[in-house]
């Protein structure tokens, strides 16, 4: 089953419109009513969101034996243009118990507004808890803490065969050089380009170079200057950024690299980004940059995910050996009520039994600690819950989805697109730097 959680588009409208309790059979402690909790509720709690369709029957699914239990109901509803609405509805008094809401930029916006609720001592217990220090920032605003996270995606993922890199004689890279150097021999081994790439995605056509030039400033820079720049301290004109582009280019400009079955490089931009499944399920291209979620596409292209089956992965490989740096997304669960009922229901989804309920459905993955990788419907899932349950991972979210959205969702993916045409770095740089909103 193929996750979508890897990038909500923004629309442009949507971009317009974003201008504890202590529970028995939740991991927040023992039963009881904490005192924070507000009114007993009325048996119902309403939550709104973007996931749709098979995801959203399955969300509904994850949580039915809970409501049950616990004779609450929560009413699920989905929107297409939830990031827009979500703003429009809180501000025009309509706003849902919860929402599940997928950009750490548009949670903050909310909360710093002053519509989202602080959450209660049981949420704020279980994600000290069962998730990273990194995860409990994004769901933190001026040092109050609002909302846990839900569900996670892993960027970063490096496609390839066993079977190919045995015959070639290469093995898995320890690090960006090693990458580099099994890059060359695998071309020199079977004189065509190792690497396919696919940046194609309508009007979102771009996003998936953006994701190469967020894992190398993160593993160059280092985490600090990632967070500066995404915040626009370190600008896009920073040397360190431009380092970044130009690791990135060493593969992806190089026409001796790519793009493997479809062309020269400015091919990339106009290969749809599901469609370099094929020509790696059928080992026919070595190489490919792409999240967790790209095993559906293998699925559907017949191939077979898993570590001696005909495509596997590896995390884009750290400059240093030892290091292991992950870019990534997911959602988090803001309150717009504090009845006891909402806070049941939030303190829930916070727990390790929800994350293991939604998790065995299939699908979907989260970086709560609780959660055992063994419920993971695929082996690519079960990997990526590893790496995010690991200690040593140093986790940062999605740098565009982080940007503001002339930039994020704007001038970066269009400066991308413009970089594979043949753009020079510095122009790109300084055009995508022009997009960030003036103070």
């Known amino acids: 089953m193929r996750s979508f959680l890897h990038r909500r588009i923004i629309t442009p409208v949507a971009l317009a ?69 979500i703003a429009i509805r809180a501000q025009g008094g309509n706003a849902p118990d919860l929402a599940i809401i997928p950009q750490p930029g548009l949670f903050a916006d909310l909360a710093s507004r002053g519509f989202l609720k602080p959450a209660p001592t049981a949420v704020e217990d279980n994600v000290d808890e069962y998730w990273s220090a990194d995860w409990k920032a994004y769901g933190t605003v001026d040092d109050v803490f609002y909302g846990a996270p839900l569900m996670a995606s892993v960027k970063g993922f490096i496609w390839y065969s066993p079977s190919k890199f045995a015959e070639w004689g290469v093995e898995v890279p320890k690090t960006w050089d090693d990458l580099l150097a099994v890059t060359k021999t695998i071309q020199e081994k079977t004189g065509t380009a190792p690497w396919c790439a696919g940046f194609g995605s309508g009007d979102a056509t771009g996003w998936p170079g953006t994701d190469w030039v967020e894992d190398l400033v993160l593993r160059q820079a280092g985490a600090d200057v990632y967070d500066q720049w995404v915040a626009n301290e370190v600008p896009f004109t920073d040397p360190q950024i431009a380092e970044a582009f130009d690791a990135v280019g060493e593969i992806l400009l190089n026409p001796d690299y790519v793009n493997a079955t479809f062309g020269d490089v400015k091919s990339i931009n106009s290969i749809p980004f599901g469609d370099v499944a094929t020509p790696i399920a059928d080992g026919t291209c070595a190489l490919h940059h792409q999240a967790s979620f790209f095993d559906g596409f293998i699925a559907d292209a017949g191939g077979e995910v898993g570590p001696d089956a005909d495509v596997w992965a590896f995390i884009t490989p750290s400059i240093e050996e030892g290091g292991q740096a992950v870019t990534g997304g997911g959602e988090f669960v803001g309150a717009f009520a504090d009845d006891a009922d909402t806070q049941k229901v939030q303190a829930y989804l916070s727990s390790p039994e929800w994350a293991n309920s939604r998790v065995a459905l299939g699908g979907v993955l989260s970086a709560n600690s609780g959660l055992d990788p063994e419920n993971a419907t695929s082996p690519i899932l079960q990997e990526s819950i590893k790496i995010l349950q690991d200690p040593n991972t140093t986790f940062r979210f999605d740098g565009s989805d982080l940007m503001p959205g002339t930039v994020g969702a704007g001038t970066f993916w269009k400066g991308i697109v413009s970089w594979i045409n043949g753009t020079p770095t510095a122009d790109v740089l300084t055009s995508i730097e022009a997009g960030w909103p003036s103070e």
């Not at 924070?36 to 994850?62: K, Q, R």
């Open 17 to 85: 419109a974003i201008a504890g309790i202590t529970l028995a059979g939740c991991s927040g402690g023992p039963g009881g009513t904490d005192a924070e909790a507000g009114a007993a509720g009325d048996g119902s709690v309403s939550v709104y969101s973007g996931i749709s369709g098979t995801e959203a029957e399955l969300l509904e699914e994850s949580w039915a034996d809970w409501e049950a239990e616990n004779d609450i109901e929560i009413k699920f509803e989905s929107s297409k243009e939830f990031e827009a609405q």
